[in-house]
Structure formats: structure tokens, C-alpha cells
């Protein structure tokens, strides 16, 4: 034995040792289930001891404990078992079935810790906890067929009002089952009878559509989710599995999830929430602005709606409605108990806020939302806008300064701190200085495909356009999927109007790794009015413009318009540009040279 062992029994023959013929003296008992030092087990039968006399802890089984428990300390897992097991038999106590069955899982020995389990059930067979432990070992050996018994045991000895959270459960447990179709098949025929009684059809239900779209049964999930709401058109559970299995090529489950929320009852926030997030998912602003909208009718106290609701009425323009919406959530927000959610959704909040002040060139309005940003996590970014606002005041030095003070708190902060300064620059059009710095970076970091194509774009605007070249084509041979190098180079051949098949070409290939991107297809429609391809053009703009509402799509969508005489269609487009941004310098250099005033 080691010292600290000897030590340890030395310790506990003095505290526990029995004068003999005497019973163990009481300790106090743990109020764990599980013990955790070799003291522990004991302390709840000495407990039982001083209780009842009769107990059947003698001082031979007392000291048989001991052993056991000295055993699993010495890290000798086998004996530690055995002992506390027959201890177990001889007392018929569940707490030392427990213990066996725990040491027996520590130790790693799943054959042991099923033989702790099944006699446990065996000596205690209405025990909840026996009948989830033998499933639990049994799921984790990959024995999913002998896991029907335990597992119907487990729900019938459940109270009746809980079943609905053990059906919830189900899906977890059995998400390490190998055979996952094997798995929906038989939970479902151990627990057939809950499919049809009130109360729990539509949660069993909601369990095996979660099984089956686990083992890829997409069309017996959504079957499932159906005939779970057929049975309680108030359920969640089944609406959760329809909103898991969204998708534009099952229309099925967004109408059952729409028939849901159809009913004047149904719907807690944070299940409309999940339908909204969906929604943004799919980039379906309208539906989700609109479900958002329902959301606050119905709870105008629900906080995160409104801050859902001012992100995206600032997205769609809405500058007005967006700052009401964002200024509820805030209030809403600050009257709650502080936690992590709360506090990045105030930033959030605070960013948008000053967005909308810096569009009115409220620059101290802007600056003073910034400065309540307090979360570490988003301090960079907020001293990042305030350094931009600094430079709109002709301040860019004191901006470069506040970027170059930030504390570098974590791994690649230092590098952000580098694009945050370029992109400053750039955004006062020092392209020169940020050319320079970024060239000092690629210095150290010459495989940093990100500068590298980053410096192709300040290549570009100080009229290198040889170099950008070369660059943009060093960052396709090191990365070939990086698309937005393709779209660069594209764009900036068919913008030159030089090499035009070339640039359909590279255009049309960052398409393929990014086919929803509106801006490769704006560039995508560019080409094809460069190449004099007009009616292609304008389809190809208009869907991207109408995806993506952006003033260079406008500044393209309507010189395509004004090309084919359609004028008054390209004015209003080209109004609804500036809007967006009336000082785009794509928009504003198409209006120049057209000699167009809007």
C-alpha cells in the first residue's frame, strides 16, 4: 500500500472502528445519491444503523464495505465491485446496487456494471433508477436489442404527468445506437401501446419522428410529426421534428408547422422563434418579418422578438421602424436579470442603434450607442465602427490609434487588429498606406491566402491591375475553391471591357462553388450585357437585385434598363440605389457618365 493509503485506513479505523459486539458509530449522512470519498457509502448505513438497530450492518459487513471502498481507491475496480455487491445482496440496499453499479462504469468494466444493474433490477424491480441505469450500460455496450425491457419498464415507472420529458429523452439515448433504423423499429415496438392513449400519443410520436429522421427515414419522420399533431394539435413536440425537417423540397412540414401556429392557442415564442430563425435561414425576410410581427401581436413583451424584428426592418430599410423595434428590445432587455444572452443582444442592439445614427450622420449619436458596449467579446468590433466614425470626422489618425491600442486578448486578435486597420484605410481611400501594410503581412505570412487576395483589391484600386492579377491568380492555385478570387477577376475584366468570354468563364466558375450569391450574379448579368447579351442581363440582374437589394446591382440593373429604353424603370432603380447608399461610388460614376440626375 502507498503512504497516503496507509494513511487513509489509518484515519478511518480511528473515526469508524466498532468496539466489538458494538454497531458503528452514526456519522452525518451525504445527501448525494452517489458517493464520492470511501467515507461515503458508509455514512448513510451508520446513518440507517443509529436509526434501526436491526439493520443488517454488522461489523463484519462494515468493515466489508471498507474494504470494498479502500479497494476502489487503491485503483483495484474488480474486488471494489464484487464486495460492495455482496454487501448489496445481503442488505437489499438500492444505494449500495447503485454504488457497485457506478464503481463498475468508473472503471470502465460495462459487463461488470450490467451484472450490478440487472441484480439491482432483480431486488428492486419497481426502481426507476435501475431500469435507466441497465439501459443507459446497455445503449453504451451497442445491445440495442435487449434494451426493450428496460426501456418500457423505465416509462411505465414513470409518473404519468413526466412520461411526456421521458418520450423526449428517448431520441437522446439512443442516438449512439449503431443501428439507427434498428433502433426507431424497436423503441417503437416496446412502447406501442403509448401511440394511441390521450396524453401520450402526440409526444411518443414526436419520439419516433426524431428516431426515424435520425436513421434517415425523412418520409416515416413526417408521417410521424402529422399523426403526433393529429392527436394533439396543441403539442410541441411534433411541430419541433416538422421544423428539423423544413425544407424547400418538403413543403408538407412547413404547412403542418403553418397549420400549427394557425390555431388561436398554439405556439409558445420560442417555438415561433425557431420557425423565424428557419425562415432567415432561407433568407425569407418577408415570411420571417412577418411571423415576427404575429410573434409581438400576440407577446409585446417578448424582448427577443424585437430585436429580430429591428434587424431585419434594418435590412430592408426601414431605418424608422428598425430604431423603435431596437430601442423596445433594449428596455425590455435592461428590466431582466443580467446573463449572457442579454448582454450580446444588447450589443447587437447598440451596433444597429448606432448604424442607424451614423446613416443620419448623427456621428455622436453613433459613438455614444457604441461606447455601451461592455461584452469583451465584442469590443473590438464596437472601437472598430468608433475608429470609422473618428475618420468621419477627419480624424482618421486618432481612429488608426484606437484600433492599434486594442488589447489583444485572444489568438488571431492581433491579425484582426491588421484588417481593421486596412480596411480604415480603405474606407477613406488611403490605399497606398494599406497596400504597404498589407504587404509587410504577407511578408510573415506569405501563405495567408486572405491578405493575399486582399491586396490583389488594394492592387486594383491604385490602378496595378497587372499585379492584381497575378495576385488573384496566386490565391486560386493556392485555395482553387476560393470563389469571390474568380468573381474578382471576372468582374474586373468584364468592367474593363476587355477578354469578355475569359471573364464569363471565371465568373460562372465562382458560381458553382457559390450559387446563390447575389454579387456573382450581378457580375454574372455585367458580362452578359458587355457581351451585348441585353435580355439575359437584365434577368439575371433583376433576380439578383431582387435577392440582394444593393446600390451596385442597382447601378448595373439600371444601365441595362436605360440601355433597352426602358427609363423610368432604370430612374426608379437607380433612385432606390441611392437610397440604399448615396454615396456608392459604382452608382455614382454610372450616374455621371450617363448624365443622369437623380
Not at 479497494?71 to 447503485?98: C, F
Not at 420571417?288 to 429580430?308: H, N, R
Request: hydrophobic share 45%; charged share 25%.
Amino acid at each position: 500500500m502507498t503512504k497516503q493509503l496507509l494513511c487513509t485506513l489509518a484515519g478511518l479505523w480511528l473515526t469508524l472502528a466498532p468496539v466489538a459486539g458494538q454497531t458503528a458509530p452514526a456519522l452525518p449522512i451525504t445527501t448525494k445519491s452517489t458517493a464520492t470519498s470511501p467515507v461515503a457509502t458508509l455514512q448513510q448505513h451508520q446513518a440507517k444503523e443509529a436509526e434501526n438497530p436491526t439493520s443488517a450492518l454488522d461489523a463484519q459487513l462494515f468493515y466489508q464495505l471498507l474494504i470494498g471502498e479502500l479497494s476502489a481507491i487503491a485503483g483495484e475496480p474488480a474486488p471494489a465491485v464484487s464486495l460492495i455487491l455482496d454487501a448489496a445482496e445481503k442488505t437489499n440496499d438500492p444505494q449500495l446496487y447503485q454504488r457497485a453499479t457506478e464503481l463498475a462504469l468508473q472503471s470502465r468494466s460495462g459487463e461488470a456494471a450490467l451484472q450490478a444493474a440487472r441484480a439491482w433490477k432483480k431486488a428492486h424491480p419497481t426502481s426507476i433508477e435501475a431500469s435507466r441505469y441497465m439501459l443507459q450500460i446497455l445503449l453504451a455496450l451497442n445491445r440495442v436489442t435487449e434494451t426493450a425491457e428496460p426501456l418500457k419498464a423505465l416509462v411505465e415507472l414513470t409518473p404519468t404527468m413526466e412520461r411526456p420529458q421521458t418520450f423526449a429523452a428517448v431520441p437522446r439515448l439512443y442516438a449512439r445506437a449503431g443501428d439507427k433504423k434498428l433502433a426507431a423499429t424497436l423503441v417503437e415496438q416496446a412502447l406501442a401501446p403509448y401511440f394511441t392513449q390521450p396524453g401520450t400519443a402526440a409526444p411518443a410520436w414526436a419520439m419516433a419522428g426524431r428516431l426515424r429522421l435520425a436513421a434517415g427515414d425523412a418520409t416515416g419522420a413526417m408521417e410521424a410529426a402529422r399523426r403526433g399533431h393529429a392527436a394533439d394539435a396543441q403539442a410541441e413536440g411534433p411541430i419541433i421534428v416538422a421544423l428539423d425537417m423544413m425544407d424547400p423540397k418538403r413543403p408538407q412540414a412547413e404547412s403542418l408547422i403553418r397549420q400549427y401556429f394557425a390555431g388561436s392557442t398554439a405556439g409558445s415564442p420560442e417555438l415561433r422563434m425557431a420557425y423565424v430563425r428557419n425562415l432567415l435561414s432561407a433568407e425569407r425576410y418577408t415570411n420571417a418579418l412577418s411571423q415576427i410581427e404575429v410573434l409581438l401581436k400576440e407577446k409585446p413583451d417578448f424582448a427577443q422578438g424585437w430585436l429580430v424584428l429591428g434587424s431585419l426592418q434594418l435590412q430592408e430599410n426601414q431605418p424608422t421602424k428598425a430604431e423603435t423595434s431596437l430601442k423596445r428590445y433594449v428596455d425590455l432587455a435592461e428590466q431582466q436579470t443580467p446573463n449572457d444572452e442579454s448582454a450580446r443582444g444588447l450589443a447587437q442592439a447598440f451596433f444597429a442603434l448606432a448604424q442607424i445614427a451614423e446613416k443620419r450622420k448623427d456621428l455622436v449619436g453613433a459613438e455614444a450607442w457604441l461606447k455601451q458596449i461592455e461584452r469583451p467579446d465584442m469590443l473590438m468590433q464596437a472601437q472598430i465602427r468608433r475608429a470609422s466614425l473618428l475618420g468621419q470626422q477627419g480624424r482618421l489618425q486618432d481612429g488608426l490609434k484606437l484600433i492599434r491600442e486594442l488589447p489583444e486578448l485572444k489568438e488571431g486578435d492581433e491579425r484582426s487588429k491588421l484588417m481593421a486597420e486596412v480596411t480604415l484605410l480603405k474606407e477613406f481611400k488611403q490605399y497606398l498606406p494599406a497596400y504597404e501594410l498589407i504587404g509587410q503581412a504577407i511578408i510573415q505570412s506569405p501563405a495567408d491566402i486572405d491578405l493575399v487576395y486582399e491586396q490583389a483589391m488594394n492592387a486594383e484600386k491604385l490602378d496595378r491591375l497587372d499585379e492584381m492579377e497575378q495576385l488573384l491568380r496566386r490565391v486560386i492555385n493556392l485555395k482553387p475553391d476560393y470563389h469571390a478570387a474568380y468573381n474578382a477577376l471576372g468582374y474586373s475584366l468584364a468592367d474593363r471591357n476587355v477578354r469578355l468570354p475569359e471573364a464569363k468563364v471565371l465568373i460562372q466558375k465562382a458560381l458553382t462553388f457559390a450559387p446563390t450569391d447575389p454579387f456573382i450574379k450581378d457580375s454574372l448579368g455585367w458580362v452578359e450585357f458587355r457581351l451585348g447579351n441585353q435580355p439575359e442581363a437584365l434577368r439575371i440582374l433583376e433576380a439578383a437585385f431582387k435577392a440582394r437589394p444593393d446600390p451596385e446591382i442597382a447601378a448595373h440593373l439600371g444601365e441595362v434598363l436605360w440601355s433597352m429604353g426602358q427609363r423610368e424603370r432604370a430612374h426608379a432603380i437607380w433612385k432606390e440605389g441611392k437610397t440604399l447608399n448615396p454615396e456608392n461610388e459604382t452608382l455614382l460614376e454610372t450616374l455621371k457618365r450617363l448624365r443622369v440626375k437623380i
